[in-house]
């Protein structure tokens, strides 16, 4: 066993395997047996298990050994896109947390956090080193609850609305169909986050309020109540349901039009890290888009959760409109571009490595096996 072989058998429950790469070749062997043949010997082999399968039923979802791919849309297929999910968010999230932590104070209080440099200037008098990362287990368990359903579900939901729409009006309109499955599966995915995001702008925005989650959990809890922990969810709609159909609309399409207009090479004949070079560029430009998109909901989701009683009025009062769409968008979009393109490489990362092909670009037709092709013209 490669290397290749054991990242992925450490990373998926061994049950989920074939217990041979040769269940596919049986599983031909059949359909030619049983095409060739009407006798009942060959009709009894044809039906009978293999043990190559470990006579697991027909019916039953296997990931075929090392080497092999997934069957695309089967369970199998979608747990390791939550998987890949909550690898993407969560850990790039809690990386970018100094950034994060320097915005959300660039947002609440201009006058001391005045800039990107100035603002950790501040924090590092005030802090030290150690607050740059205030705040980073909330996130880290936040946007990972998030990335899972973000991604799981928008595969999910993807793969449902084309089915609805039909081959010919799926492959017509199919940006229409990757902002609607992002957005379905943003608004499951907010509910995730919704309460790791209320503790952690607290946590970060007011000094003395909790050292992290352990203790501004239950603080915040009897302050406000359980219910309190969703006050900032419908502006966490608005920003993150936007972002995510811009993000991942807007990845699909940079994506393809760069394999069709910018690399010489067809997608299936590039290498795997050269895809997923071309998955961190997308999902970067993509990045750049998303933080505009989202940017003025953004600056709400930080002046609500940070002031008790606050109200959606009362910050773009106070922000102003010019304010609630320019205060902290640079540092923001050097945020999420860095971000987004992260959390597509490493999304895709993960597929590759449990045999999965990248997101975007030109799917390649599946060409049948000799065999088969055989039969087809011989009938």
Request: charged share 15%; hydrophobic share 40%.
């Amino acid at each position: 066993m490669d290397l290749y072989d054991k990242s992925r058998a450490s990373l998926l429950p061994s049950f989920l395997y074939s217990s041979s790469s040769a269940t596919r070749s049986v599983g031909l062997e059949r359909i030619l047996l049983s095409r060739s043949s009407s006798s009942p010997a060959a009709e009894a082999a044809a039906a009978a298990p293999s043990p190559a399968s470990g006579g697991a039923p027909s019916g039953s979802f296997m990931i075929q050994a090392p080497k092999e791919k997934i069957e695309m849309y089967s369970p199998a297929f979608y747990a390791a896109c939550t998987a890949g999910g909550i690898a993407s968010c969560g850990l790039t999230h809690m990386a970018v947390t100094p950034l994060d932590l320097v915005k959300c104070n660039m947002q609440i209080d201009p006058a001391k956090y005045k800039s990107i440099t100035s603002g950790f200037g501040v924090l590092y008098k005030e802090q030290g080193v150690r607050g740059f990362f205030r705040g980073w287990v909330p996130t880290l368990l936040g946007y990972s609850a998030q990335g899972a359903c973000k991604f799981g579900f928008y595969e999910f939901f993807k793969k449902y609305y084309s089915d609805l729409a039909g081959p010919e009006y799926a492959a017509k309109y199919k940006t229409l169909i990757y902002l609607a499955g992002s957005a379905s599966a943003e608004v499951i995915a907010d509910v995730a986050l919704c309460p790791m995001e209320a503790v952690k702008v607290r946590v970060q925005t007011q000094p003395g309020f909790a050292r992290g989650l352990s203790d501004g959990f239950p603080k915040f809890v009897r302050s406000e109540g359980y219910l309190g922990l969703y006050k900032g969810l419908v502006p966490l709609w608005g920003r993150q349901i936007p972002y995510t159909m811009m993000k991942f609309a807007s990845f699909e399409t940079i994506v393809e039009l760069l394999y069709k207009h910018a690399i010489p090479t067809p997608k299936e004949q590039c290498s795997k890290s050269f895809q997923l070079g071309v998955s961190f560029a997308g999902g970067y430009i993509a990045g750049v888009f998303c933080a505009i998109v989202s940017h003025p909901a953004d600056n709400l989701v930080s002046f609500l959760n940070n002031a008790k009683g606050a109200t959606v009025g009362d910050a773009v009062k106070k922000l102003g409109l010019w304010g609630l769409f320019t205060r902290g968008l640079p540092l923001r979009i050097v945020m999420i571009g860095t971000l987004t393109g992260a959390q597509w490489g490493i999304y895709d990362a993960f597929k590759v490595m449990v045999g999965l092909p990248t997101t975007g670009g030109i799917a390649p037709a599946a060409a049948p096996a000799p065999e088969l092709a055989q039969l087809k013209a011989s009938s």
